[in-house]
């Protein structure tokens, strides 16, 4: 229930204000450090969605996102909110506040 939530949540966000969601894993990379992350959303199997590259920066992302408060939220990627957080890139998080 908490992760067909959190996604709704996400997908009502986007229809109200969609500057204060992120798809990209560098972007969110970014805000995670300035601490501007409220809630990280991922699919359980994100390694086989992400460029090798950007897979890393997964990892220090994580840490960054609940060292400031934030909330990750781990999707079973079979489950109805998992096939609709795969169909946004596997990866969405929404910021505290708009950053300019």
Request: net charge positive.
């Amino acid at each position: 229930y908490r992760e067909a939530r959190a996604v709704e949540d996400v997908l009502r966000q986007l229809g109200h204000d969609p500057s204060l969601v992120l798809f990209d894993v560098e972007k969110i990379r970014e805000f995670a450090q300035r601490g501007a992350i409220s809630l990280l959303l991922l699919v359980d199997n994100i390694t086989s969605i992400l460029n090798p590259k950007v897979y890393g920066l997964l990892n220090e992302t994580l840490i960054e996102v609940e060292g400031h408060g934030g909330t990750v939220i781990l999707v079973n990627s079979k489950s109805e909110a998992g096939k609709k957080l795969r169909s946004l890139g596997g990866i969405v998080a929404m910021l505290r506040y708009k950053i300019f």
